[in-house]
């Protein structure tokens, strides 16, 4: 009971430090192509993935919560859970008018817990919770009118969509698969914000504000299967067994509709002496319409080549190299029955990792896990209609905090750099950025009957 008592607090612990993060995390973001479909992806894969650029239908860890595939989750061992952040730096550039934007933004990535039901069947189970997208804007458009008033408008943004899920994963022997469900839901608040501009009459400034709440369950299948390449046996001080192994993957988020509901709010308005607004006179005191947002499928596809060693200490990674194919039917999304400015996307992801030697307990740098990858692809979104081309590159950490001795008790810090943009020559606006991303990783044979007391 002691032993019940002690994980139960360590998980209440990790989830108010997440609802911590959440509450107390700033954004000066400004995306003006968050402006279109349900925001800008955030890519909330686990942080040891996105080291490796982003690989993660084909690789599995019993340490390691990979929520991008559901089928993974059969390989839990040990009670696992997992939290992490984000800060992301980004450098808007536009072409016509010249201008460019810096702004920085600090969210959490994820919190999950992974556990077996049953070790001995392979049957795993994970629940968690992460956002999806992020809209975050905010854009002056000034134009005139009859060659002598001028018309300013100030569009602004939201809002986001998250998602709480669980899933179950089941192996027999090669063979993995898995199903992961839960919600998506969120909210989208938008503004547009008119004054005419005249130096002889006083015009009364418009605002057109819309909110939309949204919520709906998902579905989310995949598989994995290994097949051993080679292995060999090399007797030194002790045995050790080296093994190849090809991993593939894939994963399918089956198309879906959310259930939506907006309310429009119209009004006259202006600011008062601090700078915040006050209403003169609401057109639109708040309608409701109920509709639907259809969120399309996306399908990824890839493989991992692995060599991992075994002996009396147990299975240990030397090095893995990877590729993934997404792809996701954007051109089906609707927002009230209409289109938006979102066409099919795609992305390559290619990477690996390292391990020197992850025994050696007199070495703390040959502990590390050394990751690196890159992708490509093109965004779902298509502002001004010339596509945005998408390229990023990685690097990663994985940091052991306990050395390999400790038989039970896994603790990691996953970290990431990424580098990357979107958009080329063809677009007037490009986006470059720099992401930071860390995770604590903490695993424990919990749940185990004493024998002494």
């Known amino acids: 009971m002691q032993l019940v008592s002690t994980t139960i607090n360590r998980l209440i612990t990790v989830a108010l430090l997440s609802l911590s993060l959440s509450s107390t995390a700033f954004s000066q973001e400004n995306s003006p192509f968050s402006r279109y479909g349900l925001g800008d992806l955030t890519n909330t894969q686990n942080i040891l993935l996105k080291g490796m650029g982003g690989i993660a239908v084909a690789y599995t860890d019993p340490q390691i919560i990979n929520f991008s595939n559901p089928a993974s989750f059969a390989n839990a061992r040990i009670v696992t859970y997992d939290l992490g952040i984000t800060i992301d730096a980004r450098t808007l550039n536009r072409k016509t008018p010249v201008g460019k934007y810096n702004s920085t933004n600090f969210s959490p990535s994820y919190l999950a817990v992974a556990m077996p039901i049953s070790a001995k069947h392979s049957l795993g189970l994970t629940v968690g919770f992460r956002p999806i997208t992020r809209i ?228 703390y740098f040959s502990r590390i896990a050394y990751r690196t990858g890159f992708n490509i692809g093109k965004d779902y979104i298509n502002a001004d209609g010339n596509e945005l081309k998408t390229y990023g590159i990685s690097l990663g950490f994985g940091l052991p905090v306990r050395p390999a001795r400790y038989s039970y008790q896994f603790t990691t810090i996953n970290t990431a750099f990424e580098f990357g943009k979107r958009g080329s020559a063809a677009n007037n606006i490009t986006e470059k950025y720099f992401k930071l991303s860390v995770s604590l990783c903490l695993s424990d044979l919990w749940f185990v009957k004493r024998k002494y007391d």
């Open 136 to 363: 975050n804007y905010s854009v002056v458009s000034s134009e005139r009118l009859n060659g002598i008033d001028s018309i300013q408008t100030l569009f602004e943004g939201s809002g986001g969509m998250n998602e709480a899920f669980v899933g179950v994963g089941k192996r027999w022997k090669n063979f993995s698969v898995g199903l992961s469900t839960g919600f998506h839901f969120g909210k989208r608040q938008t503004a547009s914000k008119r004054a005419m501009i005249n130096d002889t009459v006083v015009y009364y400034k418009a605002n057109y504000n819309t909110t939309t709440s949204y919520r709906g369950a998902f579905l989310t299948g995949g598989i994995q299967y290994q097949i051993l390449l080679n292995d060999t046996t090399k007797k030194k001080k002790s045995t050790i067994t080296e093994y190849y192994n090809l991993r593939l993957g894939a994963s399918v988020l089956l198309s879906h509709k959310l259930q939506a509901e907006q309310t429009n709010f119209k009004e006259t308005y202006d600011y008062d002496y601090s700078g915040a607004t006050y209403t003169l006179d609401s057109i639109d005191a708040g309608s409701t319409i109920n509709g639907k947002i259809n969120i399309p499928a996306t399908y990824t596809v890839g493989f991992l080549i692995q060599k991992t060693t075994a002996d009396a200490f147990g299975i240990f990674d030397k090095w893995a190299l990877g590729a993934d194919f997404t792809i996701a039917n954007w051109k089906d999304y609707r927002y009230f029955n209409q289109k938006d400015a979102t066409i099919n996307s795609w992305q390559l992801n290619i990477g690996g990792q390292w391990v020197p030697d992850a025994k050696n307990i007199n070495n």
